[in-house]
């Protein structure tokens, strides 16, 4: 079996996350472990089923970002969950928050030369 590939850079970001299940309507409020443009992966001791529909909310440095999403693949702790349907304006934001992200560790790899 082949490695997963990932579509964009995965970075750690530490980050608030309102969930709601779109067809039960259950809520989970967790922090996000990670972050990327497709989607993130959610720190939870009671993940949801792969394939759940969801509603997002994501909250850092002043910023919210708004979409839909899907719950992807469910791990010991946590779950990941990739964005669907992402406003332009929650786009700008994503990007953001990532350029951010990414150039952080950039720093960081540059400190360590």
Not at 11 to 18: L, M, Q, R, S
Not at 39 to 60: D, E, M, S, Y
Request: neutral net charge; contains cysteine; aromatic residues 6%.
């Amino acid at each position: 079996m082949l490695p997963e590939r990932r579509r964009a850079g995965r970075y750690a970001c530490v980050a608030n996350i309102e969930l709601t299940d779109v067809e039960s309507e259950d809520n989970m409020r967790e922090q996000t472990c990670d972050l990327s443009l497709f989607g993130c992966q959610v720190k939870t001791a009671n993940p949801w089923a792969v394939g759940r529909k969801v509603h997002l909310k994501i909250f850092h440095r002043g910023k919210s970002f708004i979409a839909n999403g899907r719950v992807a693949h469910v791990q010991d702790a946590g779950m990941g969950v990739e964005f669907m349907n992402v406003a332009d304006k929650d786009s700008i934001v994503l990007e953001e928050w990532v350029a951010e992200l990414r150039e952080k560790v950039g720093d960081a790899h540059r400190a360590k030369v």
